[in-house]
C-alpha cells in the first residue's frame, strides 16, 4: 500500500500533469514523469517479500507478575538467494517489540530472543510476527504476518501465608501432608510396594496378575474441603482494588496447594475451577489470570443461592472489595453455612467498612493484598 510520503508524491504528480496538459506546457509533463516513475519502481521492487520460516517459543509460557519471560524466535531462510536485513514487529497484547533481523544466507537460521512484558496480571496473545518491506524512497509498504500466534499467562502475584484454617477434620497426617493418607476408606490408586507398607494393604489380585507386590492407596476423606469465592463485580471495586483483591485470592489458593486441600474457586461472573495440590495450581491460577471486572448488575444473589442448596461445608473464603451493607448481610448468612469463614475486604476504603449489627463472621478488612496476607496469621490462624 502507498505510504503517506508516497500518497502525496502521487498527487503533486497527478496536478503537474493535469496543469501541464491544460496549459500546454511539454516540460511539466514529462515533469510529471518522474514520480510516476518512482511509484511504478517502487512497486517492483517490494514485490520481492522475503520468504522466510519462523518458528516461536515463549519461556516459561506462564510466569508470576514481575517475573521474568522472553519469546525466542526460530528465523530460517529456505531459499537459494540471501535474504535483506529486515526489522520485524513481533506484539505482545498491546506492546508491540521490534527485532532486528540479519542479512540470512540460503538455508541459513539466526535465533533473536527478546523479553516480553510481565508488568501486569492477564493473558495476552504474542504473534503473530509482521514483517514490513518498504522501497528505497519510503513511497511503497507491504506487511506480511508469519508464524501464528502463542499466549503468555501472567499470573498474580503470590503473598506467602502461614498456614490454612483447620475446618471441620484434620487429615492423620495434618492438612500439611504431602502424600495420600493411609488411613481413608475411599480407594484412590495401585502402587507398587514399599519398605514398610502394612501388609493388610496389599492388593493380592493385581499382584497375582502382574507378578509384583501391589499395595492399595486409600484416600483419606476427612481432609477439609475449601471453597474461594472470588467477587468480580464491577460495583463493588476500582480497576487497582480488584487487582488487590486477585492477588489475595491466588495467596489463598496457592497455600490450600501447598498444603494439599480439595479446593474450589468459584467466581460471582460464573466461572469455575478445582482441584488438590501443587499439579493444579497452574489451573487455579490461570483462571485468576483470565478475570476481569464484571458488568453484570447483581450476580451475587445468583451465585449465593447456588451456594445455598449445597451441603453445609468445610472452609470458604470470601474475597471482595466493598460491597453494600445489604450484600454483606447477604455474604454473612452464606458464610454461616460453613464450619470456618472468612469474609476479606481488600479495599482503599477498608476503614470506612462497618459491618451491620447481628453479623458475626470473622474479616479481614485491608487496603492491599499484602495487609491481607498479614491479617491472615494473626486473625485467620490464631
Known amino acids: 500500500m502507498l505510504t503517506r510520503r508516497g500518497r502525496a508524491l502521487l498527487t503533486m504528480a497527478i496536478l503537474v500533469y493535469a496543469v501541464g496538459v491544460l496549459l500546454g506546457y511539454v516540460e511539466l509533463v514529462v515533469l510529471a514523469a518522474a514520480p510516476i516513475l518512482a511509484l511504478g519502481t517502487g512497486v517492483f521492487w517490494i514485490l520481492r517479500s522475503p520468504n522466510l520460516e519462523v518458528t516461536r517459543v515463549i519461556a516459561p509460557s506462564r510466569v508470576t ?5 522472553f519469546g525466542e524466535l526460530r528465523i530460517t531462510n529456505p531459499n537459494s538467494l540471501a535474504s535483506a536485513p529486515l ?3 513481533e506484539s505482545c497484547g498491546s506492546t508491540e517489540i521490534w527485532v532486528d533481523v540479519p542479512r540470512l544466507g540460503p538455508s541459513a537460521v539466526t535465533v533473536k530472543r527478546y523479553r516480553l512484558p510481565t508488568e501486569r496480571r492477564g493473558v495476552y496473545p ?3 510476527l509482521r514483517i514490513t518491506r518498504t522501497d528505497p524512497l519510503g513511497l511503497w509498504r507491504k506487511a506480511r504476518q508469519l508464524g501464528g500466534f502463542d499466549k503468555l499467562w501472567v499470573h498474580p502475584f503470590v503473598h506467602q501465608l502461614g498456614g490454612m484454617p483447620a475446618g471441620r477434620i484434620k487429615s492423620l497426617d495434618g492438612v500439611a501432608s504431602n502424600r495420600v493418607t493411609q488411613g481413608g476408606v475411599a480407594f484412590h490408586a495401585l502402587r507398587d510396594y514399599q ?5 493388610r494393604m496389599v492388593h493380592w489380585r493385581s499382584t497375582a496378575r502382574t507378578g509384583t507386590l501391589m499395595v492399595r492407596e486409600n484416600l483419606e476423606t476427612s481432609l477439609p474441603q475449601m471453597t474461594v469465592l472470588v467477587d468480580t463485580r464491577a460495583s463493588s471495586h476500582d480497576a487497582d482494588g480488584f487487582e488487590e483483591v486477585i492477588e489475595a485470592a491466588a495467596s489463598v489458593l496457592a497455600a490450600a496447594s501447598r498444603s494439599q486441600l480439595p479446593v474450589r474457586l468459584l467466581t460471582t461472573c460464573g466461572r469455575a475451577a478445582s482441584g488438590r495440590g501443587p499439579a493444579r495450581r497452574g489451573s487455579l491460577l490461570d483462571l485468576l489470570a483470565e478475570l476481569g471486572l464484571s458488568a453484570v ?3 451475587l444473589k445468583v451465585q449465593i ?4 442448596t449445597e451441603r453445609r461445608g468445610d472452609t470458604l473464603v470470601i474475597l471482595t472489595g466493598a460491597p453494600s451493607t445489604e450484600e454483606i448481610v447477604v455474604l454473612a448468612g452464606l458464610a454461616r453455612r460453613y464450619n470456618d469463614a472468612v469474609i476479606g475486604f481488600v479495599t482503599s476504603k477498608a476503614q470506612e467498612i462497618v459491618l451491620p449489627p447481628g453479623v458475626n463472621v470473622r474479616s479481614i478488612r485491608v487496603t492491599n493484598a499484602a495487609g491481607f496476607a498479614q491479617s491472615w496469621t494473626g486473625q485467620v490462624l490464631r
Open 87 to 89: 526489522r520485524v514487529l
Open 195 to 199: 519398605r514398610g507398607d502394612d501388609m
Open 297 to 299: 448488575r447483581d450476580p
Open 126 to 128: 504474542v504473534g503473530p
Open 305 to 308: 443461592s447456588r451456594l445455598g
Open 65 to 69: 507478575r514481575g517475573n521474568p519471560a
